[in-house]
């Protein structure tokens, strides 16, 4: 019941009914008190508003038994030592769901390798394994569920056009775009997307490294290229680096898929992040501060989620300096982080800090805004 997990049961539990299964009992608790566990508005919207078909359970068996579809959306991280991701959470349940009940369809929504449904089918002898991507963001799993851009079933046969009528049944949006595609070819484009995107937020990163450089205005920069329609003016603010729980294990992802075939762009992809976070960290560490502040662990505002977020890979550089830091995130309960202090109080932080990191900026720091670094250029995610 994260994100992805939680969005698809309230939007399908609008008209059918709906088990929420999770291994947190506090997780559990609050949905069937109708709370949302997860920051997204049009979630705490529905749970608390609309009429849902939607309990939740930590009962695993007593869940899936007599179930037509189970949706399987839990986390396959990134695995560094053997360049895949780690699938064990998804083949676990696949497992068990093939022994309750094994007439049930099963949706795998989780992020996997290219030919791993493949793998799947042979290992348990059914075709019932699907995949369907998911193109969600944090903070507004639901609302890009209720308006998606697209559905992809990476299943030709009956039951996938069946399952792709219970996302649009859901959908506020009525003309969805529905794609049903082999299944490898819809595993690729879950990671091809997110390569994209990781692709874009670099190259608008690497303009602005440029521009820093050269001492030129990179918002006039990329105000001048967007305007060409080909390019947009979309998805071109400047950051510390891709980050969250998609993009960095999805390049990484696809690039070990490219094992044997010639590449050049999608290892450029995965490089460039390590080589933007060096090049951020060189400019604060040239200003000489004593104390560097860093105002929120997370990626943007509206997530609570800051695995993979691209201010930590600055944090860790700055520190390997010698340069004390000092962390602002309400969202830790912990009194360090990486062996830096938490401070729970903004005003000390801002006080404590002599220069404040910060990927997005915000009203709570417009008062320090001369300590703020930041390379958010149009006050957006």
Not at 64 to 91: H, L, M, R
Not at 112 to 130: E, H, M, N, Q, S
Not at 361 to 378: G, N
């Amino acid at each position: 019941m994260g994100y992805v997990g939680l969005s698809n049961a309230v939007l399908l539990a609008q008209h059918n009914e709906v088990i929420g299964v999770d291994i947190s009992k506090q997780r559990v608790h609050a949905l069937n008190n109708r709370k949302s566990p997860i920051i997204d508005m049009e979630i705490s919207q529905f749970l608390t508003e609309r009429e849902l078909n939607l309990e939740a359970s930590t009962d695993f068996k007593a869940s899936i038994n007599q179930a037509d579809y189970v949706i399987v959306s839990t986390p396959t991280n990134y695995d560094e030592k053997t360049n895949f991701f780690d699938t064990s959470s998804v083949e676990e349940v696949i497992s068990n769901v093939v022994k309750i009940e094994p007439e049930a369809c099963i949706i795998v929504k989780s992020t996997i390798p290219v030919g791993f449904i493949d793998t799947l089918r042979a290992k348990f002898k059914t075709k019932a394994i699907i995949f369907s991507p998911e193109f969600l963001r944090e903070g507004s799993a639901l609302h890009d569920n209720l308006f998606p851009s697209r559905i992809i079933v990476g299943d030709k046969s009956n039951r996938g056009k069946i399952f792709a009528n219970l996302l649009k049944q859901g959908a506020i949006k009525k003309d969805v775009e529905v794609l049903f595609t082999g299944r490898r070819e819809a595993e690729a484009i879950k990671l091809f997307s997110n390569t994209y995107l990781a692709m874009r937020v670099a190259f608008f990163n690497e303009l602005d490294s440029f521009a820093l450089t050269g001492e030129m205005n990179s918002r006039e920069i990329i105000n001048g290229v967007s305007l060409d329609p080909r390019i947009g003016n979309h998805y071109n603010n400047p950051s510390f680096g891709y980050g969250g729980y998609c993009l960095p294990k999805d390049t990484k992802q696809l690039l070990a898929n490219y094992a044997n075939v010639p590449q050049n762009i999608i290892r450029a992809i995965v490089d460039a992040n390590s080589t933007r976070k060096d090049f951020l960290a060189d400019e604060i560490i040239k200003k000489r501060p004593a104390v560097v502040g860093i105002y929120r662990l997370v990626m943007k505002t509206g997530s609570n989620n800051f695995r993979q977020s691209s201010i930590q890979g600055i944090m860790k550089r700055i520190k390997a300096k010698g340069i004390e830091v000092v962390v602002y995130e309400p969202g830790l309960k912990e009194s360090v982080f990486f062996n830096s202090r938490v401070e729970t109080n903004l005003n000390l932080f801002k006080k404590r800090s002599d220069i404040i990191l910060a990927n997005r900026m915000i009203p709570d720091l417009a008062d320090v805004e001369s300590k703020v670094f930041t390379r958010d250029l149009f006050r957006v995610n």
